[in-house]
């Protein structure tokens, strides 16, 4: 089945750790995104790449980075510049050059600092 | 700059009542598109519905109904005959049609429908 695959369901971090959140896509999406949310809000966007080997800041792009070698496969590392990183992260990817169509959502990595 | 306001923050319901959640956006673009989105307590976030900002036609889908009307920016959204399955955050969430925004969302901060038996 077609679908998107975040791993892993769970991370603890140290501080002062970097740590990488997996997200890899089997539908042949060109456009990939990062959304972080927090308790009581909504998503917010952190980085989104709509091609290989080019990707953009999103709103809260701050102590994160992300790469695009592979179109199934858009990885975000957690830097320790990261001052609040405990939050839920979600990675979704659409098909560039369909209008009006819908994101699809990996099933979200929940991350918390010890 | 793109806004989503979902003002209620929880929606508490009695199981086959029906429920509206509202939505409210700012955009400065003239397309646009308009989604909801279903996240229940697993996590993932589940489409719904969307809308072009050129089609204000209302439909149902099931149980589900919207209501878009531009002239006050709104896109509200009704489960009708609700269900304790139907107990999850819902999204209402903003996409631009230009090229470098292709697929960013702005979401509002969701409101929770709690249904009871």
């Known amino acids: 089945d077609g679908g998107i695959t975040q791993s892993p369901k769970y991370l603890f971090r140290k501080e002062g750790q970097n740590v990488t959140l997996s997200c890899e896509q089997n539908?042949?999406?060109?456009?990939m995104y990062w959304y972080r949310q927090d308790p009581g809000q909504g998503l917010r966007l952190i980085y989104y790449s709509q091609i290989v080997n080019d990707f953009q800041k999103g709103d809260i792009a701050e102590g994160y980075s992300v790469s695009r070698e592979k179109k199934e496969s858009f990885p975000l590392t957690v830097t320790s510049a990261q001052k609040n990183p405990t939050a839920f992260y979600l990675c979704?990817?659409?098909?560039?050059?369909?209008?009006?169509?819908?994101?699809?959502f990996g099933q979200g990595t929940r991350l918390t600092v010890v | 700059a793109q806004k989503v306001t979902q003002a209620q923050t929880e929606i508490s319901v009695v199981e086959k009542e029906d429920v509206t959640l509202d939505c409210v956006y700012e955009?400065?673009?003239?397309?646009?598109?308009l989604f909801w989105y279903k996240q229940p307590p697993s996590g993932e976030l589940v489409f719904l519905i969307r809308?072009?900002?050129?089609?204000?036609q209302n439909e149902i889908s099931g149980r589900y109904s919207w209501n878009f009307q531009k002239s006050t920016s709104s896109f509200n959204f009704t489960i009708t005959a609700s269900q304790v399955v139907d107990s999850a955050v819902y999204f209402c969430a903003l996409s631009e049609a230009r090229g470098d925004s292709w697929g960013k969302l702005q979401f509002g901060a969701g409101t929770q429908v709690v249904v009871t038996p």
């Open positions: 979704a990817s659409i098909p560039t050059g369909v209008p009006n169509t819908e994101a699809f």
């Open positions: 955009t400065r673009d003239t397309t646009y598109y």
């Open positions: 539908l042949n999406h060109d456009a």
């Open positions: 809308r072009n900002s050129f089609d204000e």
